[in-house]
């Protein structure tokens, strides 16, 4: 499946459903992803896997800049030859492809959110118990 791949000079994301693991795959295989992403979590994985990857130059801000990305691409073949040489080292360095950094930026979330979950505990409790004295 991999190998179609190198039949592919450039993905066009399907929306309002973009792509998640194909968008990976296609940049793992050197396959650059034009993508246009909507409003809601459905429609923004390209553009997140594009962004952490490093490119963003593909990543549209409405669909007549999703045509005019492809239409460029399409027309600048070694442009579109670079983007295949390079784009694996470029995604194998970027935050998709370390899991460290991931897992420590996911632990920080967590605490982040479990210290704004105790603060507003803890501010309710005060302010439950500044009603009853006042009462």
Do not use: Q
Request: glycine share 8%; proline share 5%.
């Amino acid at each position: 499946m991999m190998g179609s791949y190198n039949e592919i000079d450039i993905g066009l994301d399907t929306f309002p459903y973009s792509g998640g693991l194909t968008t990976c795959e296609a940049m793992w295989m050197g396959v650059p992803v034009v993508t246009s992403p909507g409003p809601r979590f459905e429609s923004r994985h390209s553009f997140s896997h594009l962004s952490n990857g490093g490119l963003t130059e593909t990543i549209a801000s409405d669909l007549d800049d999703y045509v005019r990305i492809a239409a460029k691409l399409a027309s600048d073949l070694p442009r579109l030859a670079d983007m295949r040489l390079n784009m694996r080292s470029r995604m194998a360095a970027s935050p998709l492809c370390d899991p460290d950094r991931f897992v420590r930026d996911l632990e920080a979330g967590f605490r982040t959110m479990w210290r704004a979950w105790c603060d507003s505990v803890r501010g309710t409790r005060t302010t439950a118990r500044r009603a009853r004295a006042m009462a």
